[in-house]
């Protein structure tokens, strides 16, 4: 694509030192969350490790970010931001330590930035799932995570937090102002043993320590959440029925769940589980639901029968100043990757994802409240948020898929490219 008139974020700006006098404010902002919902935060391994390290932190709530300021207190620190998050205040953002990234691409500029935090002293913070979990379960991470730690040569602290998700689901970020959520700093490997350790190994203790379960959680903890609408948006998610099969005729309202096609019900308990109203209960907990689904979507792709094709509007962020309307276009995605084509002002443009580069993408539920679902599709130099047109999708399914072809691809397994059987 070359839209030259749009001016591009400078992700070449060298990153900013938290200002101390911001630092007040975050912690302004932060404390009272924290203190609301009676957050404990347990240190691991942390007496007398001073910055600089590297900070990997799971990723269920915007309320993450609070817990891991209060976690960091009273350090400084820098953080990897996905570039919405500095529309209309990339002074501010920079200057209270943001370094802006663009989901799912690999960037040496990046690598070059924590580099120099390292350098500076300070905490690098990134969170490698690059995305709220869509269920309350770890996302897969990217494989560079050890190689970054050995090039950075400072140590690997974790931060897992339990709660979050339950209290604010992506699928709906009501707040269930749940107590006595948890958090955990972990220093999980050490500075001798950053020299020491193969990347490999440095992978798999990141791995071990990111299994996570949410709904486990509140279930463990017997954590009784009362909000009415608590299964409301919950299909986004769920988006096949286990009982009849079909897709994309889910529906959520209240306490329950339902499929449009056989009228089969679920109701969500207080404390996170689910049980049928008629016939027998397919799954009682969330996860187990999704994957289900993520194995059927897996069968679908063995068999060269997957493929998705949609009309889509189509939005631009070049910069940070604000969204750009590209207007319609059309969206494909099979085991080859991501295909986006359309035209802008005569210009017609194209963008293109192999699927061997991409371990997974970023999508959205009705962003913004209002614009509807999306995936979002990154270069290193624009980020276009693709929705789909009509109801016969499901983001989740095509996040699913991404995953999965990465995966098949990367395993060897011969998929048969010449089925086209369309099934969404």
């Given at each position: 694509?070359?839209?030259?008139?749009?001016?591009?974020?400078?992700?070449?700006?060298?990153?900013?030192?938290?200002?101390?006098?911001?630092?007040?404010?975050?912690?302004?902002?932060?404390?009272?969350?924290?203190?609301?919902?009676?957050?404990?935060?347990?240190?691991?391994?942390?007496?007398?490790?001073?910055?600089?390290?590297?900070?990997?932190?799971?990723?269920?709530?915007?309320?993450?970010?609070?817990?891991?300021?209060?976690?960091?207190?009273?350090?400084?620190a820098n953080?990897?931001?996905?570039?919405?998050?500095?529309?209309?205040?990339?002074?501010?953002?920079?200057?209270?330590?943001?370094?802006?990234?663009?989901?799912?691409?690999?960037?040496?500029?990046?690598?070059?930035?924590?580099?120099?935090?390292?350098?500076?002293?300070?905490?690098?913070?990134?969170?490698?799932?690059?995305?709220?979990?869509?269920?309350?379960?770890?996302?897969?991470?990217?494989?560079?995570?050890?190689?970054?730690?050995?090039?950075?040569?400072?140590p690997v602290?974790?931060?897992?937090?339990?709660?979050?998700?339950?209290?604010?689901?992506?699928?709906?970020?009501?707040?269930?102002?749940?107590?006595?959520?948890?958090?955990?700093?972990?220093?999980?490997?050490?500075?001798?043993?950053?020299?020491?350790?193969?990347?490999?190994?440095?992978?798999?203790?990141?791995?071990?320590?990111?299994?996570?379960?949410?709904?486990?959680?509140?279930?463990?903890?017997?954590?009784?959440?009362?909000?009415?609408?608590?299964?409301?948006?919950?299909?986004?998610?769920?988006?096949?029925?286990?009982?009849?099969?079909?897709?994309?005729?889910?529906?959520?309202?209240?306490?329950?769940?339902?499929?449009?096609?056989?009228?089969?019900?679920?109701?969500?308990?207080?404390?996170?589980?689910?049980?049928?109203?008629?016939?027998?209960?397919?799954?009682?907990?969330?996860?187990?639901?999704?994957?289900?689904?993520?194995?059927?979507?897996?069968?679908?792709?063995?068999?060269?029968?997957?493929?998705?094709?949609?009309?889509?509007?189509?939005?631009?962020?070049?910069?940070?100043?604000?969204?750009?309307?590209?207007?319609?276009?059309?969206?494909?995605?099979?085991?080859?990757?991501?295909?986006?084509?359309?035209?802008?002002?005569?210009?017609?443009?194209?963008?293109?994802?192999?699927?061997?580069?991409?371990?997974?993408?970023?999508?959205?539920?009705?962003?913004?409240?209002?614009?509807?679902?999306?995936?979002?599709?990154?270069?290193?130099?624009?980020?276009?948020?693709?929705?789909?047109?009509?109801?016969?999708?499901?983001?989740?399914?095509?996040?699913?898929?991404?995953?999965?072809?990465?995966?098949?691809?990367?395993?060897?397994?011969n998929i048969?490219?010449?089925?086209?059987?369309?099934?969404?």
């Open positions: 694509m070359n839209l030259l008139q749009f001016d591009r974020f400078d992700m070449l700006k060298k990153p900013i030192r938290q200002r101390h006098f911001l630092r007040p404010i975050t912690w302004l902002i932060s404390y009272p969350a924290v203190w609301a919902h009676r957050s404990k935060i347990t240190k691991i391994g942390m007496q007398g490790l001073k910055p600089p390290y590297l900070l990997l932190c799971n990723h269920n709530s915007f309320f993450d970010f609070k817990v891991m300021t209060a976690a960091l207190f009273p350090h400084r953080y990897l931001v996905a570039i919405d998050g500095f529309i209309g205040r990339e002074w501010l953002m920079r200057n209270v330590g943001c370094i802006c990234k663009r989901k799912f691409t690999s960037d040496t500029v990046m690598v070059r930035h924590m580099k120099r935090v390292a350098e500076n002293g300070d905490v690098v913070v990134l969170y490698p799932e690059a995305r709220y979990s869509l269920c309350g379960t770890n996302a897969v991470l990217p494989e560079s995570l050890g190689k970054l730690a050995k090039l950075l040569k400072i602290v974790t931060l897992i937090m339990h709660g979050h998700h339950v209290n604010s689901p992506f699928w709906n970020i009501k707040n269930r102002k749940v107590k006595h959520t948890e958090a955990v700093l972990t220093q999980l490997v050490t500075k001798d043993e950053i020299e020491k350790l193969d990347y490999k190994e440095i992978n798999a203790r990141i791995d071990t320590i990111f299994k996570y379960d949410d709904f486990a959680w509140q279930k463990d903890r017997n954590v009784r959440i009362s909000y009415h609408d608590r299964a409301k948006g919950l299909h986004k998610v769920l988006y096949q029925c286990p009982n009849c099969h079909t897709e994309y005729r889910m529906a959520s309202e209240g306490s329950k769940l339902w499929c449009n096609s056989c009228n089969k019900q679920w109701e969500m308990s207080e404390y996170g589980e689910l049980s049928a109203l008629n016939g027998k209960t397919e799954f009682t907990h969330i996860p187990d639901w999704y994957e289900w689904e993520r194995s059927q979507v897996r069968n679908e792709i063995e068999r060269g029968a997957y493929r998705f094709e949609s009309d889509v509007t189509v939005d631009s962020l070049p910069n940070a100043k604000g969204f750009i309307n590209l207007g319609k276009g059309k969206l494909i995605h099979d085991i080859n990757g991501f295909l986006l084509e359309g035209e802008y002002e005569g210009t017609p443009y194209s963008v293109s994802i192999n699927s061997k580069a991409l371990y997974s993408c970023h999508i959205e539920y009705n962003y913004l409240g209002n614009r509807g679902d999306c995936v979002d599709l990154n270069t290193l130099t624009d980020t276009y948020y693709v929705f789909p047109k009509g109801e016969d999708f499901s983001v989740t399914k095509i996040a699913l898929a991404t995953e999965e072809i990465y995966n098949l691809l990367r395993s060897g397994y048969n490219p010449h089925k086209t059987e369309q099934l969404g």
